[in-house]
C-alpha cells in the first residue's frame, strides 16, 4: 500500500483510518447544510442503523464529542435524581458509568465480578432486578481496561424481564464484537468514533430505542441542554429527511467520514466484520500463547476487539514493539496497571489485515 506509515497504531483507540477515510480530511470544508453534509450526514444516520442491527423505530444520534459524552448523554437522558440503576462493572469504564450515575442523583447499585477479568454476576443482577424499583441496566461490552466481553444479550433479557432500560457502553465494541440491537431489545448503545468504526476521535455516537425516548419524554429533571435527546431529535430527523438544521455546528469533516466508514463496513457485510474481529483476536492469542504469556480476561470472556496480557517475564514487551513500528498501550486499571499491556485489533487493521500481519510477524520474532 502506498504512502504506509512507518509506525502502525495497535492502541484500544485511536486505531488506524483508512486511506479513503484519510483522504476525506482533506476536501475543502463545506457547511453543515451544504447539499453534500446533508446528504452524508442523512447516509450515516442510516448507516448506523444498519450497524447496530437496530430497528426501524430506533433512534440515531450523531453528536461532536467523546464515548464519554455519549456516556453522559444515556445517563442524563433515562434516569433522574431519586432513580435506582444497576451497572454491571466489569472495569475502569463500570466504575466511570457509576460515578456519572451517583452525581446524576441516582442510586446505584454495582454488580463485580469476584476478581479483575471476571464477569460479573448474572445472578446477583436477578437479585437486585427481583427486590428492588430499577429503572435501568448499565453495562460495558467490552471494558477497554480489562478486555473482558460482557455478555450484552443476558443482561438485555433479564433488563427486559424486569421492565427496566438495558444501556450498554459500546466504545470499545460497536462494529467489531455481536450486537443485535433489535433482536436482543437492547435500549441504548453508544460508541466513539475512534475505535472499531476507524474514525479519528471527536464524534459521539449512539442508537436509542422507541421505550429510551419514551422515558426522556416523561423526565420532570432535564438533561443539560447540549446533551438532551429531544433538543437533537428534530436535528438529526431532518438530515435523515435530507433537509439542513442547526442545533450546534456538527464536525462537518467528521461526519463525512463517518458515512465513509459505515459504508465500509457495510460493503464488507457486518457479520463478516464479526467474522473478521473473530479471527484476528484468535490469531493474536495464539501468538501470545505461544509467548508463553496470559491474558487478564478468564477462559471466555476475552473480547475480540483488544487483547489485555499480563507481561509474564516480558516487562520490556511494549517498548520493544515499539522499536519495530508497532504501538501498543500499557495497563489502565489501577489495581494491576503495572502487570498488564494493550493490544488493539480493530477497525481498518483487521479489514486491511496489512497491520494485523505486520504485529504477528513481529511478535513471533520477540
Same mark, same amino acid.
Given at each position: 500500500?502506498?504512502?504506509?506509515?512507518? #509506525?502502525?497504531?495497535?492502541? *484500544?483507540?485511536?486505531?488506524?483510518?483508512?486511506?479513503?477515510?484519510?483522504?476525506?480530511?482533506?476536501?475543502?470544508? !463545506?457547511?453543515?447544510?451544504? *447539499?453534500?453534509?446533508?446528504?452524508?450526514?442523512?447516509? !450515516?444516520? +442510516?448507516?448506523?442503523?444498519?450497524?447496530?442491527?437496530? /430497528?426501524?423505530?430506533?433512534?440515531?444520534?450523531?453528536?461532536?464529542?467523546?464515548?464519554?459524552?455519549?456516556?453522559?448523554?444515556?445517563?442524563?437522558?433515562?434516569?433522574?435524581?431519586?432513580?435506582?440503576?444497576?451497572?454491571?462493572?466489569?472495569?475502569?469504564?463500570?466504575?466511570?458509568?457509576?460515578?456519572?450515575?451517583?452525581?446524576?442523583?441516582?442510586?446505584?447499585?454495582?454488580?463485580?465480578?469476584?476478581?479483575?477479568?471476571?464477569?460479573?454476576?448474572?445472578?446477583?443482577?436477578?437479585?437486585?432486578?427481583?427486590? =428492588?424499583?430499577?429503572?435501568?441496566?448499565?453495562?460495558? =461490552?467490552?471494558?477497554?481496561?480489562?478486555? &473482558?466481553?460482557?455478555?450484552?444479550?443476558?443482561?438485555?433479557?433479564?433488563?427486559?424481564?424486569? /421492565? @427496566?432500560?438495558?444501556? %450498554?457502553?459500546? &466504545?470499545? !465494541?460497536?462494529?467489531?464484537?455481536?450486537?443485535?440491537?433489535?433482536?436482543?431489545?437492547?435500549?441504548?448503545? %453508544?460508541?466513539?468514533?475512534?475505535?472499531?468504526?476507524?474514525?479519528?476521535?471527536?464524534?459521539?455516537?449512539?442508537?436509542?430505542?422507541? #421505550?429510551?425516548?419514551?422515558?426522556?419524554?416523561?423526565?420532570?429533571?432535564?438533561?443539560?441542554?447540549?446533551?438532551?435527546?429531544?433538543?437533537?431529535? *428534530?436535528?438529526?430527523? @431532518?438530515? +435523515?429527511?435530507?433537509?439542513? #438544521?442547526?442545533?450546534?455546528?456538527?464536525?462537518?469533516?467528521?461526519?463525512?467520514?463517518?458515512?465513509?466508514?459505515?459504508?465500509?463496513?457495510?460493503?464488507?457485510?457486518?457479520?463478516?466484520?464479526?467474522?473478521?474481529?473473530?479471527?484476528?483476536?484468535?490469531? &493474536?492469542? !495464539?501468538?501470545? @500463547?505461544?509467548?508463553?504469556?496470559?491474558?487478564?480476561?478468564?477462559?471466555?470472556?476475552?473480547?475480540?476487539?483488544?487483547?489485555? &496480557?499480563?507481561?509474564?517475564?516480558?516487562?520490556?514487551?511494549?517498548?520493544?514493539?515499539?522499536?519495530?513500528?508497532?504501538?501498543?498501550?500499557? /495497563?489502565?486499571?489501577?489495581?494491576?496497571?503495572?502487570?498488564? %499491556?494493550?493490544?488493539?485489533?480493530?477497525?481498518?487493521?483487521?479489514?486491511?489485515?496489512?497491520?494485523?500481519?505486520?504485529?504477528? #510477524?513481529?511478535?513471533?520474532?520477540?
Amino acid at each position: 500500500m502506498q504512502n504506509k506509515p512507518i #509506525s502502525t497504531l495497535m492502541i *484500544p483507540g485511536p486505531v488506524e483510518i483508512s486511506p479513503e477515510v484519510a483522504k476525506s480530511f482533506a476536501e475543502p470544508i !463545506a457547511s453543515h447544510v451544504s *447539499p453534500k453534509i446533508i446528504e452524508a450526514h442523512g447516509s !450515516a444516520l +442510516e448507516g448506523m442503523r444498519k450497524v447496530w442491527l437496530a /430497528g426501524a423505530d430506533s433512534q440515531p444520534f450523531v453528536i461532536a464529542g467523546s464515548g464519554t459524552i455519549a456516556m453522559e448523554m444515556a445517563a442524563t437522558n433515562t434516569l433522574e435524581p431519586g432513580d435506582t440503576a444497576v451497572v454491571m462493572n466489569s472495569g475502569y469504564f463500570g466504575d466511570r458509568m457509576a460515578k456519572m450515575l451517583v452525581r446524576r442523583g441516582v442510586l446505584v447499585h454495582s454488580v463485580f465480578a469476584d476478581e479483575i477479568g471476571g464477569h460479573p454476576s448474572l445472578e446477583k443482577l436477578a437479585d437486585i432486578l427481583k427486590n =428492588h424499583n430499577i429503572r435501568a441496566v448499565f453495562g460495558t =461490552h467490552v471494558d477497554t481496561s480489562t478486555g &473482558v466481553r460482557l455478555d450484552a444479550q443476558k443482561v438485555a433479557k433479564l433488563a427486559k424481564d424486569a /421492565g @427496566a432500560l438495558s444501556i %450498554f457502553d459500546g &466504545v470499545c !465494541a460497536t462494529a467489531g464484537e455481536v450486537f443485535r440491537m433489535e433482536d436482543w431489545e437492547a435500549d441504548v448503545y %453508544f460508541t466513539a468514533s475512534q475505535k472499531a468504526l476507524a474514525l479519528p476521535p471527536g464524534l459521539a455516537l449512539m442508537v436509542v430505542s422507541k #421505550s429510551a425516548l419514551k422515558r426522556r419524554r416523561g423526565m420532570e429533571v432535564l438533561p443539560p441542554l447540549s446533551l438532551d435527546w429531544l433538543e437533537w431529535l *428534530p436535528i438529526m430527523e @431532518a438530515y +435523515e429527511g435530507r433537509k439542513g #438544521s442547526y442545533f450546534s455546528t456538527p464536525p462537518t469533516h467528521l461526519i463525512s467520514a463517518l458515512n465513509i466508514s459505515l459504508s465500509q463496513v457495510l460493503e464488507r457485510g457486518i457479520e463478516q466484520v464479526f467474522e473478521d474481529h473473530q479471527s484476528a483476536a484468535d490469531l &493474536v492469542r !495464539a501468538a501470545l @500463547a505461544d509467548m508463553g504469556l496470559t491474558l487478564v480476561p478468564k477462559p471466555g470472556l476475552a473480547a475480540n476487539t483488544l487483547s489485555a &496480557v499480563y507481561y509474564g517475564d516480558r516487562p520490556q514487551i511494549v517498548q520493544q514493539l515499539k522499536s519495530k513500528g508497532v504501538i501498543i498501550a500499557g /495497563g489502565l486499571h489501577p489495581e494491576i496497571k503495572d502487570q498488564y %499491556f494493550r493490544i488493539g485489533h480493530m477497525g481498518y487493521s483487521v479489514r486491511d489485515g496489512e497491520d494485523m500481519d505486520r504485529l504477528l #510477524s513481529i511478535l513471533s520474532g520477540i
